[in-house]
């Protein structure tokens, strides 16, 4: 979450970050990143924020996948 938050406060581009765990099944998480480009998201991997994220989740992520979406419509309340 702190990583999360740093990146969302630092990082222009970045649309969405949402984190939370599978209904009925506390010990699995999913995360959405929503990034306004590509290039915006492979910034991002770049980060220091994002390293540190990684090198504190290496033993614990089982598997991660990366889905390019095609916006149709986002829509907050903000």
């Known amino acids: 979450m702190k990583e999360m938050k740093t ?3 630092k990082e222009d581009g970045i649309l969405a970050m949402i984190a939370g765990t599978i209904m009925n099944q506390p010990n ?4 959405l990143e929503v990034y306004k480009t ?4 492979k ?3 770049k ?5 540190k994220y990684l090198e504190a989740t290496k033993y614990v992520v089982e ?8 916006p149709d419509c986002i829509m ?3």
């Open 43 to 45: 910034e991002h991997l």
């Open 47 to 51: 980060t220091k924020h994002f390293k």
């Open 63 to 70: 598997s991660k996948g990366l889905h390019l979406l095609k």
């Open 28 to 31: 699995e998480w999913f995360s």
């Open 7 to 9: 990146a969302v406060e």
């Open 76 to 78: 907050d309340q903000g």
């Open 38 to 41: 590509e290039e915006i998201y």
